[in-house]
């Protein structure tokens, strides 16, 4: 028995996205590493347009959205059980468990068996096999069963310790406590809420377990039978659900985040052609950010001109520009929607960044890791990947950092990949490859327009207009301080 | 909930601190020189400030203001009243502090590495907190009884003793004092336990609380023998006929824990409790300063007999300040007779705001410190220092006086300016319709005619903010500024204003 997946229609493409990927493109401010786990495992492109489908449908879809969001905190259930199972130190305990992750199991497979015959083919095929399992007579009442004994399993949960010098014996007994009574006299003075929960976690250790057993007998001998009955039923696959169904829950809440935000939102269109065509692309990580005006800007690479220098003034967007790119061929990759007026994207094999890293380099300098992380890149993508380099080689003398990039160049332009790649170098012009800059309005005090469009060869930086873009210069000065107040 | 003498209704949980207004009241109480009083009429350093805190925050209603007048009124009539509740909250304010340190001092020498340490630190803290609990409840009784000895009247007074009678008669409290009462013994050891645990579907114990609590014999001989005798034979009592597992001695290390995790929740929250009940009395010894320098405010003018009243309080929009013999607090605390102060009469009602002018020395700057004055210590619930006053309510009181040159570091006329400038735009930044600015000299730092013109659109713009002004200036303004709603006001060699 195996359970049908949520992602894929068969199997996985085999290729998978560095969880760095995500990182550097701030993707893991919305996605939860579960997510980013189920992300990074790509599909055949096959099913990306029915990974599309089922969103759709459960964006418009409240009780099943409901339903999923459900199943997804049973389905953490379902792994802490297992996870205890694991460590389980005697057979009272497993069993013990044991009744608790099979009901818990019945539960996720009763709830899922309610979902709607609809959303597409994985939903669809996910409902149906739930369906059929509540259909099996045998499945129902191991599935009763199971319940049964977890409500005995509960009864055993509370019990009293009494402990006199080093002497100690275990008993049920369930009267108040001096707490209990405490916090009914805090409410009965309208006291503030009090939340005397610790964080304890301290494991019965075999003896007590059996003691615990020896107090309910009846009970942990029916659990017993029904582990030495049903000890291979619980099906291990089970667990990729819990990956599966947050990764469906938070692309949902990204969406509807972004829906709120008034932002476009759209469906890419997969093409065979090489080719990423984005219109009014954005980055969603601005969302972060209160009171950012978000500039749109467009995308275009082709199987002709799959590399771009970007170019142009510190603060003027080539980042954010790099990480929309990025996001949009990431979600398209997952089946979601991209920040974007309109997408046509080409299903990359992977996705590649290479971004400027901070730790300490204590055994290769940092150059010789930019080449080392570089090195690894191309001997990864394969021909077909999207490469997003964020000023490599930025941290060596420049004429180094340019023989460096002109050589990256020549092994990237013609290999198949698409490849944007941000840099402040000048002299690359040999490369022979088109550049792209980010707008600044020359009549308007050099004021960032975050527009990126093509230019002919890399433009230099200004490194004076960070202070007008912190209003430190006389004019913004002079505007902040008018004294105009008086004229309300 | 707090009770509170200086508040009726206000929540007095908003700390001082928060205020939005703070700085500019920091100006304001600095302009108009109250710091320099409230220090030389305070007892202590810590009563002045207190007080400074309060008339920095000054009060927008008038049921508020006179909850305040008449505690303040009853303790100028049972000084007695006002001594004895200052030395009970003496106690109660270091209550809580003491309590904390103690429970610091259980850690001197680090945190236990057993878990016999860890259970013996933890009933320390305990034993501490049932002591603490125990404590505040008890000073429901002794405040109850200092304030029944008076024959009170105001609602502040009357107030907290039926409070206190109230909590006297609650049955919840009597009960977190018979639980902290358990607590009293010297150690953990003097005790048997009874420990309910929870355990959840994976059987980790997930909360331990504590059921019972019974001392065992005292510590006597006899009493240590059959505690010892308890250690060794296990004979513990027989509980009840609730069937029992004997889990042995093997455990040791375990009931330790379990049993430190319930003594811990317990502590947790015995802890919020009294800290909550004491929150009820919180700051209230703070308060008692401030009626203190309220008392020994009226004291002084009494003795110098010099006039003083509460004044009727108007509504903001009575837009009124009508002061019969008003003079300066300074003037009297720099050893001055109140037969040689000069008192003004000063009407200003309805109008945009108020142009001060007249020859130096002349009783300008004494003026407009009287009248901010007035307006701060009316709504403080203080007595003004005049015969007779009618007040409306400000919503702020912002001061620009060009005498105050502390902050500025450039000593060239160029850097003064711009200083003022900046005061004045920040001062714009803050204000609320209802607000009063009180401008001395300002812009006297540039040239007159630049200044006045500078003055006057700013002047122009107050009113249309909904905002009152009180201008004095040597700067030719009077003639720029033709507005009928405008108050011209000038000062003769004699200190007596004239209206032009």
């Known amino acids: 028995m195996s359970y049908p997946s949520l992602l894929f229609s068969d199997r996985p493409s085999g290729q998978r996205i560095s969880p760095q990927v995500f990182e550097d493109v701030k993707l893991t401010a919305f996605f939860s590493e579960e997510s980013v786990d189920a992300m990074r495992v790509l599909s055949l492109p096959a099913d990306i347009p029915i990974r599309q489908e089922l969103l759709r449908f459960l964006s418009g879809n409240d009780s099943a959205r409901s339903t999923l969001s459900e199943l997804s905190g049973i389905a953490a259930e379902i792994q802490r059980l297992w996870g205890a199972l694991q460590e389980v130190k005697c057979e009272n305990e497993r069993h013990y468990v044991y009744v608790g992750l099979l009901a818990a199991v019945g539960d996720f497979a009763h709830l899922a068996a309610s979902l709607p015959d609809a959303g597409g083919a994985l939903l669809r095929r996910f409902g149906a096999y739930f369906r059929s399992l509540s259909c099996d007579e045998a499945w129902s009442a191991l599935s009763r069963e199971a319940a049964e004994l977890r409500e005995r399993a509960r009864e055993a949960q509370h019990e009293t310790f009494r402990m006199s010098g080093d002497n100690l014996w275990m008993r049920p007994d369930y009267r108040e406590t001096y707490t209990d009574r405490l916090l009914r006299c805090a409410g009965e003075l309208e006291l503030p809420p009090i939340n005397p929960k610790r964080e304890l976690n301290l494991r019965l250790d075999p003896r007590m377990v059996n003691a615990l057993a020896r107090l309910h007998p009846d009970s942990f001998l029916a659990f017993r039978d029904f582990y030495s009955r049903n000890g291979n039923s619980f099906d291990e696959s089970i667990l990729s659900y819990r990956f599966e169904l947050e990764y469906y829950l938070e692309a949902l809440r990204l969406m509807a985040r972004i829906t709120a935000a008034g932002l476009p939102l759209t469906w890419p269109q997969l093409t065979k052609e090489r080719c990423i065509d984005i219109r009014g692309l954005y980055d969603i990580s601005l969302l972060l950010k209160d009171g950012v005006t978000i500039v749109p800007n467009d995308a275009l690479f082709t199987e002709q001109e799959p590399f771009f220098f970007l170019t142009g003034a510190n603060g003027g967007g080539k980042t954010t520009f790099l990480r929309a790119l990025g996001n949009a061929v990431l979600l398209t990759l997952a089946g979601c929607p991209v920040c974007a007026e309109s997408a046509v994207v080409f299903p990359v094999s992977n996705v590649f960044t290479h971004f400027p890293q901070d730790e300490r380099f204590e055994t290769e300098g940092r150059y010789a890791d930019e080449q080392r992380r570089v090195g690894e890149i191309l001997a990864a993508h394969g021909g077909s990947s999207l490469i997003l380099l964020n000023e490599t080689y930025s941290t060596t003398n420049e004429e180094l950092a340019v023989s460096s990039t002109l050589a990256l160049t020549e092994k990237l332009k013609d290999s198949g990949s698409f490849t944007l790649y941000i840099t402040h170098q000048h002299g690359l012009e040999e490369a022979k490859v088109p550049f792209l800059s980010v707008i600044v309005d020359q009549d308007d005090e050099n004021r960032r327009t975050y527009r990126i469009a093509r230019k002919k060869e890399a433009e230099s930086s200004f490194a004076a207009d960070i202070l007008r873009l912190y209003g430190l210069d006389g004019e913004s000065l002079l505007r902040r301080f008018p004294g105009k107040e008086a004229d309300r | 909930m707090r009770f509170s003498l200086l508040y009726r209704n206000d929540e007095p949980e908003r700390e001082f601190t928060v205020s939005p207004l703070r700085s500019a009241m920091e100006e304001t109480i600095y302009d108009l020189s109250i710091d320099k009083a409230v220090l030389e009429l305070s007892a202590t350093g810590e009563a002045a400030a207190y007080s400074l805190e309060v008339l920095k925050n000054p009060l927008t209603s008038v049921e508020e203001i006179e909850y305040r007048q008449a505690v303040l009124m009853d303790f100028v009539a049972f000084p007695k009243l006002l001594e004895e509740l200052q030395e009970i909250f003496r106690n109660y304010d270091t209550l809580q502090s003491d309590w904390r340190e103690m429970q610091a001092g259980i850690y001197t020498y680090g945190v236990p590495q057993t878990a016999g340490g860890i259970l013996d630190a933890t009933y320390e803290s305990l034993k501490l907190t049932a002591a603490f609990a125990r404590r505040t409840v008890s000073y429901f009784r002794s405040v109850y009884e200092t304030v029944g000895r008076y024959e009170v009247s105001s609602d502040g007074l009357k107030g907290i003793r039926s409070y206190c009678r109230e909590m006297m008669e609650n049955r919840s409290l009597d009960e977190i004092t018979e639980i902290s009462e358990i607590f009293e013994k010297e150690t953990v050891e003097s005790y048997r336990f009874k420990v309910r645990t929870e355990t959840d579907d994976t059987l980790r114990i997930t909360a331990a609380s504590l059921q019972e609590a019974i001392e065992l014999e005292d510590s006597s001989i006899g009493g240590k023998v059959k505690r010892l005798a308890a250690k060794l034979t296990k004979t513990a009592p027989p509980a009840d006929e609730t069937p029992e597992v004997d889990m042995g001695e093997f455990h040791l290390e375990t009931a330790k824990?379990?049993?430190?995790?319930?003594?811990?929740?317990?502590?947790?929250?015995?802890?919020?409790?009294?800290?909550?009940?004491?929150?009820?009395?919180?700051?209230?010894?703070?308060?008692?300063?401030?009626?203190?320098?309220?008392?020994?405010?009226?004291?002084?003018?009494?003795?110098?007999?010099?006039?003083?009243?509460?004044?009727?309080?108007?509504?903001?929009?009575?837009?009124?300040?009508?002061?019969?013999?008003?003079?300066?607090?300074?003037?009297?605390?720099?050893?001055?007779?109140?037969?040689?102060?000069?008192?003004?009469d000063v009407t200003i009602v309805g109008c945009d705001g108020t142009l001060i002018r007249g020859a130096n020395s002349t009783g300008k700057t004494c003026t407009i410190r009287s009248i901010g004055a007035a307006i701060l210590f009316a709504q403080a619930g203080l007595p003004v220092c005049a015969e007779r006053a009618e007040i409306s309510l400000r919503e702020a009181l912002f001061c620009q006086f060009s005498s105050a040159e502390k902050d500025f570091e450039a000593t060239d006329a160029a850097g003064r300016f711009e200083g003022e400038v900046k005061e004045v735009a920040a001062i714009l930044r803050q204000i609320t319709p209802w607000s009063l600015i009180l401008f001395n000299e300002t812009f006297q730092t540039t040239s007159y005619a630049e200044g006045a013109e500078g003055m006057a659109s700013i002047l122009a713009a107050l009113p249309r903010a909904g905002c009152r002004y009180i201008f004095v200036t040597h700067m030719p303004i009077f003639d720029r500024i033709t507005d009928p709603r405008v108050l011209k006001l000038e000062f003769g060699r004699d200190y007596r204003i004239t209206q032009l």
């Open chain 2, 257 to 344: 824990t379990i049993l430190n995790e319930a003594l811990s929740e317990l502590f947790t929250v015995l802890s919020s409790i009294a800290g909550n009940i004491y929150e009820f009395f919180r700051g209230l010894g703070g308060e008692l300063g401030f009626y203190d320098t309220g008392v020994r405010y009226v004291r002084r003018l009494q003795q110098e007999g010099a006039p003083m009243c509460l004044p009727r309080l108007l509504p903001r929009e009575a837009d009124c300040f009508r002061t019969w013999g008003l003079y300066d607090l300074h003037l009297l605390l720099e050893g001055m007779t109140i037969g040689q102060i000069v008192r003004n």
